[in-house]
Every structure is written in C-alpha cells, then in structure tokens.
C-alpha cells in the first residue's frame, strides 16, 4: 500500500510540474507589447494618472542624439542658463494628468441644441453642437473675451483623423497649461479616439466637440484636397467664433495674452508670406473677412497660394488691419527644419513652434522624449515639465 501511495504522489507532482511548465511556456511566448502603441492601464493614486507597459524604444534618423543625459552632471540651481544641454535635472515623473472623469466644464447656456455625448472608450460625456449653431457662437463669445478683442477661445480641426499621435496631444496639452483658455474647441467630422484622446479628455474639462464635415466648395469651385478644405475651415472658425486657431503640430511655448489686444494678428514663415498655423482673430475681423473673399479666386492646383501668399499681399494694401509677429509662430521655417529634428534650437523668443511632423517619420513618446537631444526634445520637455533641460532618468 505504501508502494502505491508513493507512486500516486510522485504521478501527480509529476503532472503539476508539467502544467506549470506548459503556463510558463504560454507565458513567454505571448507578446504583451505587440503593436505599436502604447498599452494604457490607468491606475488612480491621489489623482493622478500613470502611464504603464511603455512602448519599445523608437528608431531614431542619424543625428538625433538620443539619450545623451546618463553621463552629465546635474545643473546648478536646478536649471540651465544657457542653451548647451551640458547637464541634467530631476524631472517628474511621467505620471502627468490629474483624473477628472466627472468634472466636465458645465457652461451656462440657454442653447438648446448643446449636448453631451459619450466619446468613445474614454466614458467621458464630452460637451458637443452644430458649427452653425449661431446661439452657442454667441455664448461662447460672451463668455470667453475678458474684455479682449481675441476672445481666448482655441480651435483645432481634425478632419479625417480618427487616432491621435503624441504630437497631437502635446499641441493640446501646451494650450491648456500655457494659455489656459476659456474653452477648446475641436471641429472634425469623425470622433476621435486612441489613448491620447483619452488623456485629454480626462485631463481637460474644456474640450468640447464642433461637429461638421469638410468644406467641399467655396464660392461655387470644388475643394478637393483636405489640407485646402481645412484652410478654408480654420477661416470660418476665427471669423464666426473669434479666437486662436492652432495647427495641430503648432506648439505653443508662451502665452499668447499680450497679442490678444490686436483685431487680427499673424507671424511670417518667409519675408514673402504669412504663415496660417497659428491665426489670431477677433469676431468677424476685417482682415480675415478680406482673405475669405479672396478665395473667389481659388485655384486647388496652386499649393500654398491662398493660404500663406494671399494673406501676405493683403498685409501689404491694408497693414491697419493687422499685427505681424516676425517668425515667432513659425521658427525654425519649413526649410530649417533638421533644426528641429536633429539639432537644438534656441527657441526662447518664439511665442510657439510649428513641427513639421509630415516631414518626420518618427514618432515618441512620454518616455524618450525625457532624454531626446533635439529642439522636439526640449519643446516636449517644456510643456510636460516646465522646464527644457535633459532628465536625469
């Protein structure tokens, strides 16, 4: 008896060591990183939202100095003075946004066709109406000029994007803690998704969604290509609404309050035009009244034209009706732009930065952009962090 009761136990430890070997095969063998994206798993501690399961580390173009901060001292003070990135800081960790689920901006309207709908896996009620709902222009107006001509109301168009990259994300992100405006408006004909989306809509309360689709014509000439349909919208949103309108790659990197004075304001790219990525507009604004019926001219085979030559000839025939920034929206400029990508750029004059992300084939993250050596690196660090100096982890 004591033969067989042996041979029972050793059978059945047998067969659990093999049960245990089959789970830790199975195991190994599943790719817990196996798209591209990041995997969120959002974890609330005080508040605060974590970031987990990184991606891989990202292929960079030859130049980039990527992770360059291991062997440098830490800056004195706290910070560099200079624009060397000779040192490191402590930098904080890349759990950044506060969780308000449940705090969604509740403005005071009388409109009726105002609602709030759930978007997408966020299970955030997400503020959204009609572009040509006038009431909601009208409240939204009242509500957000604080006694400026640029009421501080911001507008980004995604038209045909659904999932957003971090270089999205980090345009919001910079609008909400550097100009903090009254409300962000996000004009599109489909809703957007992806965690990035989720994290701005958890994160900021003042996002509201403007439903419409592309324009297809203006003055009676067809619009076939979206970035021109998206030229034409970006008009009518500072025209009907007043505002600010960024890009979606626009960075802002100080507060754009001081310029909120003038009627209409645009910077240059080149001495030969104006740039239309970043526009400053009050409420039905001569000048950009001006630039719309320029388009009766619209020819779609003319990249560029309409959108940056037009504004430029019409600066110089009625300069009273506009404020120049020189470059300070648009610096480094499209033909600098390994400036940005593979070098440092000394961009403490710019009020912001466009980034040229079509001309970049490479995207980051919360985590590399913590050690990335370039401008991307330095602008990313000083909308998450405050601050444009290499982490020291």
């Known amino acids: 008896m004591f033969c067989r009761f042996r041979f029972r136990l050793v059978t059945s430890v047998t067969l659990l060591c093999v049960a245990l070997l089959a789970w830790l095969l199975f195991l190994s063998s599943w790719n817990f990183n196996s798209g591209p994206e990041t995997t969120w798993i959002f974890q609330q501690f005080g508040q605060v939202l974590y970031e987990s399961n990184r991606p891989h580390q990202q292929v960079l173009p030859l130049n980039v100095k990527a992770d360059t901060s291991m062997g440098l001292s ?7 003075q200079g624009w060397s990135f000779k040192c490191k800081v402590k930098c904080a960790d890349p759990s950044l946004l506060a969780l308000k689920t449940d705090i969604r901006l509740k403005l005071p309207t009388k409109c009726k066709k105002y609602v709030l709908q759930t978007t997408g896996k966020s299970k955030v009620s997400l503020p959204e109406f009609n572009f040509t709902d006038k009431c909601m222009r009208d409240e939204l107006y009242e509500q957000c000029s604080g006694g400026q001509l640029v009421p501080n109301i911001v507008h980004y168009i995604f038209f045909g994007i659904q999932k957003l990259s971090f270089f999205h994300f980090l345009s919001v992100w910079s609008i909400h803690t550097i100009q903090k405006p009254c409300v962000i408006l996000v004009h599109g004909d489909t809703q957007l ?9 958890r994160a900021i309360p003042n996002i509201i969604r403007v439903r419409r689709m592309p324009p297809t014509h203006i003055f009676g000439i067809p619009i076939k290509l979206v970035e021109h349909k998206a030229d034409v919208a970006r008009l009518e949103a500072v025209r009907d609404f007043g505002g600010i309108y960024m890009d979606n790659d626009e960075i802002l990197l100080q507060s754009l309050d001081p310029l ?9 790219e080149f ?3 104006l740039a239309n990525g970043l526009i400053m507009s009050s409420r039905n604004a001569s000048f950009v009244n001006r630039w719309y ?4 001219t619209y020819d779609g085979v003319v990249w560029g034209h309409h959108s940056t030559i037009v504004p430029y000839k019409l600066s110089q025939q009625y300069p ?5 920034e020189k470059n300070n929206f648009v610096n480094p400029d499209y033909n600098n732009r390994d400036m940005i990508f593979k070098e440092n750029f000394n961009w403490s004059n710019n009020y912001a930065i466009h980034l040229y992300i079509r001309k970049y084939k490479f995207e980051h993250n919360f985590t590399d952009i913590r050690h990335l050596n370039t401008t991307i ?3 990313a660090r000083h909308v998450l962090y405050g601050h444009k100096e290499l982490c020291s982890d």
């Open 260 to 268: 909120r004075k003038y009627n209409f304001t645009l910077s240059h």
């Open 193 to 201: 998704s992806g965690p990035y989306w989720t994290n701005l809509v």
């Open 320 to 324: 009273h009706l506009i404020h120049i």
């Open 293 to 296: 019926q320029e388009y009766k």
């Open 74 to 80: 830490y800056c004195a003070n706290g910070f560099e």
């Open 271 to 273: 001495n030969y035009n």
């Open 377 to 379: 690196g330095s602008v």
